[in-house]
């Protein structure tokens, strides 16, 4: 366990009445709630914290991730990532993640043979399936076709049961590939190939994305091994944006299915789980190592932004971005290198011995060279945010779990500070002023 902040008191005094207030401090926080003994008079609310974008409140007590952004480091359950990667697989990372332990092998065994009994999917999955249009992006489907099998299993509304949630758990683990490959399958007009659970969970995965006449799949193992390596490095981020999504729907007391398509929906954005995406667009407009200097020009410049370096946390090397540029390297040797390969390696070259990026703590992130594999793969751009939603289902249903378990979580919700109008009476249509701000003049505006 990591250890723990010394508690103490936080002494304030308010420069608006003078008075002095003491705030307990636990594991190096305090609770607001603490701050709205903080008033002005005794009709007064009381002081509250405005945080846009969460940058410094902590929403939850949890034991799952640790993040040290300024010295590089990742763990899960405090096992370093680097280790995890080198040494486990996924699906024993995912226990790793829901049960808090590395299991033996009899019940990794245990564990592995229960995923795979559910990676089948209700037949009637098809006919949701094929009511999506040809050209649907696979992400949108999948936020829609997690949500749909919470009506296929009306047990998992009973979140107070271990029992129940233990099973909620196989389920999502095991079907989640299965639901990711016939939403690539359905998007390309191919018949869904159904799980071979013969193969490990990446290269069933695999089977079912790429099949196509074959009698008997094989996976390429080195390309099985790396995939597996990302889910692996996917699989849980602390409270980053899905996550939160995730526990705040979850809070309301859903079903896991539903808390699951929230994250779905989070990691859609092309600020989240689209990330590795733009990465690799940003390298096809480049197109060669010669205008990598020009583009580093404009980025510099501000009239160009250098994707995939940078992160809300990490303010040193990204550690998954050191495993997976390895892993990189280890694919190409398979796939043939591609010529963007070489493109983001003068870009990272460049960008960790310029001041510029240097001062600003810009180092290449998970999604610099995520993509890059993926694409080399066979994987299309489309496909990249819901590799990530794979690989991060262990994580989600941990934190979930963790925060169903946890008694003083409650509903979310934030407060905000009003800023508009006082009260004001209602006046009748023929006797309002019409709306005469730059922005309607210009437009005509006919709301």
């Not at 919470?150 to 009973?158: G, H, L, R, V």
């Not at 994580?395 to 905000?416: F, Y």
Request: proline fraction near 5%; glycine fraction near 8%; hydrophobic fraction near 40%.
């Amino acid at each position: 366990m990591t250890a723990a902040t010394p508690s103490g008191m936080l002494t304030l005094t308010d420069s608006r009445t003078g008075k002095t207030y003491e705030i307990p401090v636990e594991n190096g926080t305090f609770r607001t709630m603490d701050f709205r003994q903080i008033k002005v008079s005794d009709d007064d609310f009381g002081l509250l914290g405005y945080d846009p974008g969460f940058l410094n409140t902590a929403s939850c007590k949890s034991a799952i991730t640790y993040i040290d952004g300024d010295r590089g480091i990742l763990r899960y359950r405090g096992y370093p990532i680097e280790q995890l990667a080198e040494h486990s697989t996924f699906l024993e990372t995912a226990y790793l993640l829901i049960k808090g332990e590395l299991p033996d092998r009899e019940r990794l065994d245990a564990w592995t043979y229960n995923i795979r009994h559910h990676t089948m999917t209700h037949s009637n999955i098809v006919k949701f399936m094929d009511g999506f249009r040809y050209d649907a992006h696979p992400m949108g489907i999948m936020v829609g076709m997690v949500g749909a099998l919470s009506t296929f299993y009306p047990d998992a509304k009973e979140i107070t049961s271990e029992a129940s949630r233990k099973l909620q758990v196989r389920r999502l683990i095991g079907k989640i590939p299965t639901l990711a490959a016939m939403s690539y399958r359905h998007s390309m007009g191919f018949p869904y190939v159904l799980p071979d659970n013969d193969l490990s969970y990446a290269g069933n995965f695999l089977s079912m994305m790429f099949k196509m006449t074959e009698h008997d799949y094989r996976p390429n193992p080195v390309l099985e091994h790396a995939l597996d390596v990302l889910f692996i490095l996917h699989a849980d981020h602390e409270q980053n944006c899905s996550t939160s999504a995730v526990r705040a729907v979850g809070s309301s007391g859903v079903d896991p299915y539903t808390a699951v398509a929230a994250g779905c929906a989070a990691l859609y954005g092309p600020k989240h789980g689209g990330a590795n995406e733009a990465v690799i667009r940003m390298l096809l407009e480049i197109g060669s190592v010669e205008r990598v200097p020009e583009f580093i020009r404009a980025v510099k410049a501000g009239s160009g932004r250098l994707m995939g370096f940078g992160h809300r946390v990490y303010k040193n090397y990204d550690p998954r971005a050191k495993i997976i540029k390895k892993i990189a390297f280890e694919v190409f040797e398979e796939t043939g290198r591609s010529p963007l390969l070489d493109i983001a390696l003068e870009l990272e070259r460049i960008a960790l011995e310029d001041d510029y990026f240097i001062s600003r703590k810009l180092y290449p992130n998970v999604d610099f060279y995520s993509g890059l594999i993926y694409q080399a793969m066979g994987f299309p751009l489309d496909m990249f945010p819901v590799l990530f939603a794979i690989g991060r289902i262990p994580g989600w249903l941990s934190q979930w779990t963790e925060h169903v378990q946890d008694p003083e979580q409650k509903i979310a919700r934030p407060r905000q500070i009003y800023l508009g109008e006082e009260q004001r009476d209602w006046a009748p249509i023929e006797g309002r002023l019409k709306c005469r701000t730059e922005e309607c003049v210009m437009t005509s505006c006919r709301l």
